[in-house]
C-alpha cells in the first residue's frame, strides 16, 4: 500500500496527515501521541476515526501540525486522519466517518476585534451622562 495523506483543519491549526500500513505507530511531530497531547480526551479525539473504522493498530500516522491550540490541534488531526481513511478505501470507511460527522470541517473562526471597541462584540460601558 502506497502512502496517504491529506490535510485537517480546525479554528487556526492545520494538520498534514500521511498514513500507511503499518502497526499502529503514531508519530505528531517527531513525538508519540501520549508525548504531544498529555490530556487523554484530546487523545482519544485523535483517536476516533481508527475507533469508529476498526482500524486500531492497522497503519502508521506521521503527522504535521502548526498553529492553534491543543483543542484545535487534535481536532484537526482528526479530520486529517478521516480524510485519509476516506481517500484509502471510499467503500469501506466513508460511511462510518460521514455518519459521526469526521468528514466535514469546522468552519467557526475566531472573529476578528473591531476598532473602537475592547472586543469583537464586547462594546466599552454606555454612559448617558
Request: aromatic fraction near 8%.
Amino acid at each position: 500500500m502506497e502512502q496517504k495523506n491529506a490535510l485537517g483543519r480546525r479554528k487556526s491549526a492545520v494538520a498534514r496527515v500521511y498514513l500507511s500500513a503499518g502497526n499502529g505507530k503514531l508519530e505528531i511531530n517527531g513525538r508519540t501521541l501520549e508525548d504531544f497531547f498529555k490530556e487523554e480526551s484530546l487523545r482519544y479525539i485523535v483517536m476516533q476515526p481508527f475507533t469508529v473504522t476498526k482500524t486500531e493498530g492497522q497503519f502508521d500516522v506521521k503527522v504535521t501540525v502548526v498553529g492553534g491550540g491543543t483543542k484545535g490541534q487534535a481536532e484537526a488531526i482528526r479530520l486529517g486522519i478521516a480524510r485519509a481513511l476516506s481517500d484509502l478505501d471510499r467503500e469501506a470507511y466513508r460511511s462510518a466517518l460521514k455518519a459521526e460527522g469526521f468528514l466535514t470541517r469546522d468552519a467557526r473562526e475566531v472573529e476578528r476585534k473591531k476598532p473602537g471597541q475592547p472586543g469583537a462584540r464586547r462594546r466599552f460601558q454606555f454612559s448617558k451622562r
